[in-house]
């Protein structure tokens, strides 16, 4: 089993829609979690981290699941400039970061 | 630009020969990381630097990738005697390297390299 896993996508949905994504992780010890956005041929860039009580940052939400082992994104009112891979990461401390194979996002007008 | 650097951008080499990548971090952070990274595949890593000192490098980093970061500033990788399959993305990251919101790591452009 991979240390963390992501469903590959695509996801293709229209303007406006909400879209969510899973990650799930197999290290128990795991204790950091972070959302990465990457836009074709670019470099992998920090959208979110995510907190045990779960967080927001705008039309951003992130949740953990610890006893089940998954990180959630859900992206509300999707727009055009939203359509990148979606990487799920996650840290044990004092580890190497370990990254999922990345969930694929198209936003259709 | 204060962010993340690395050089060249672009390489392409013939089978057997060696490269070498530079990555410079942003300043004031302490940890670097490099990372691999092909086509419909999340970035792997490969090892991380504290300062100048190596402290982890994964099973993928085979005798011919070497690493250094000799004065805890930028850092190259080599890879010598390149195959085919070295054919990849490498990605420069740096942190703060503390506990919490410091350990966020910000992404270099990349290099991407071309084994023929």
């Known amino acids: 089993r991979k240390e963390v896993e992501q469903d590959p996508g695509p996801f293709n949905v229209p303007e406006g829609a909400t879209v969510a994504f899973n990650c799930t992780y197999s290290?128990?010890?795991?204790?950091?979690f972070f959302w990465y956005r990457q836009d074709c041929r670019k470099e992998p860039k920090l959208l979110m981290s995510v907190y045990s009580s779960g967080n927001e940052d705008g039309r951003f939400t992130a949740q953990l699941n610890r006893a089940s082992q998954y990180i959630s994104l859900l992206i509300r009112d999707s727009k055009l400039s939203d359509s990148a891979t979606y990487l799920c990461v996650v840290r044990i401390y004092g580890q190497n970061f370990v990254f999922g194979p990345g969930t694929r996002l198209s936003v259709l007008p | 630009d204060t962010g993340v650097s690395q050089d060249p951008r672009h390489k392409i080499t013939k089978r057997g020969q060696n490269v070498t990548f530079r990555c410079d971090p942003i300043?004031?952070?302490?940890?670097l990381y490099w990372y691999r990274q092909t086509l419909g595949q999340g970035p792997e890593f490969l090892t991380y630097?504290?300062?100048?000192?190596?402290?982890?490098k994964s099973r993928l980093l085979s005798d011919r990738f070497s690493a250094e970061r000799p004065k805890g500033s930028f850092s190259t990788l080599e890879i010598q005697r390149t195959e085919q399959g070295d054919s990849a993305m490498y990605l420069c990251?740096?942190?703060?390297?503390?506990?919490?919101?410091?350990?966020?790591?910000?992404f270099g452009p990349g290099t991407r390299l071309t084994v023929l």
């Open positions: 300043s004031e952070h302490n940890r």
């Open positions: 630097f504290q300062n100048e000192a190596q402290l982890e």
């Open positions: 290290n128990s010890a795991s204790q950091s």
């Open positions: 990251a740096s942190s703060l390297g503390v506990a919490g919101a410091g350990n966020e790591q910000f």
